[in-house]
């Protein structure tokens, strides 16, 4: 044979070849349109209808089981676990709150117009927010004789609020023989002075009994369940008299009823606390 040269065709570069790639090309290659609705392949969004038939029942038959487990165990939890008589979703104890609110330390002087305006304004906005306004003034009338809820005439007035917890049902103290060995002296002689069943005491005193101011309740120291327990049926007055000037007093109230806990170590929880500090010229 005769002999032939073998002339180079030039650089050669070896590429490796990828799964899909004619398909990925393809895709590149066909309009969008196509891409949506291909009558040619029968397919909607580059699936035939049964494919999408496939992929619709699996997510449904997938969601209809977390469903039918969910199920399950709600009826386990409310035929086994709850105890019968008990209410199906537990509440809590609703906690106290003071009015004005966010001032847990009140300092001002009564002479001063600017500094007793804004805490009547508080409180006058607290009767507005829950359409009580008008009737606060006939409740609380003794507290708000100078128009600026006693701050103008140094009887500053504070109102505790028991907050509202949809549910709950107050196990309260009917007898002063019921009472824990902790409860003030004061709330023994209030259940004798007010007798009847069905309400939530509230006993306020100053921390410091040396600097212990005269607090009258208003209208009564107490919460009446047997009330409806909305607006100003869930506030009392504290109307304080003989307050020590120019000096803190730290003022503890508690409310009493056998399923509220008083838990001294976060506020609000069966018990709240306040300052008055009340600024004369001497």
């Known amino acids: ?44 969004l580059e699936r035939t209808p049964l494919g999408w038939l496939r992929i619709i029942g699996f997510y449904l038959l997938l969601y209809f089981l977390i469903a039918l487990i969910v199920a399950f165990w709600i009826v386990i939890y409310i035929y086994v676990i709850l105890k ?22 009140i300092d001002f002087h009564p002479h001063i117009q600017t500094e ?27 507290c708000n004789r100078d128009s600026t809820w006693g701050y103008y005439k140094k009887e500053p007035c504070v109102f505790i609020k028991l907050n509202n917890v949809y549910g709950f049902e107050a196990v309260t103290y009917d007898a002063s023989s019921e009472l824990p060995d902790d409860s003030p002296t004061e709330l023994g002689d209030l259940m004798i002075q007010y007798s009847g069943s069905g309400k939530i005491w509230l006993t306020c005193d100053a921390k410091d009994e040396e600097t212990s101011p005269s607090i009258n309740y208003l209208p009564y120291p107490y ?23 120019n000096q803190d007093v730290t003022i503890i109230c508690k409310v009493w009823a056998k399923n509220i806990d008083i838990d001294m170590k976060n506020r609000g929880n069966g018990h709240t606390t306040f300052t008055l500090n009340m600024r004369v010229l001497e």
């Open 1 to 44: 044979m005769p002999h032939e040269d073998i002339i180079p065709a030039g650089a050669h570069r070896v590429r490796k070849r990828f799964r899909n790639e004619e398909d990925i090309r393809y895709k590149q290659k066909v309009p969008w349109k196509k891409r949506i609705l291909d009558l040619e392949n029968k397919q909607i």
């Open 84 to 105: 019968p008589g008990r209410p199906v979703w537990l509440k809590s104890a609703p906690g106290i709150s003071i009015v004005p609110r966010g001032m847990h330390k």
């Open 223 to 245: 919460y009446d369940t047997n009330s409806d327990m909305k607006g100003l049926n869930r506030v009392i007055g504290l109307h304080i008299t003989d307050l020590p000037t």
């Open 116 to 142: 007793i305006d804004p805490i009547a304004d508080n409180i006058d906005k607290f009767f507005d927010n829950i359409d009580e306004s008008s009737r606060s003034l006939k409740v609380f009338q003794e």
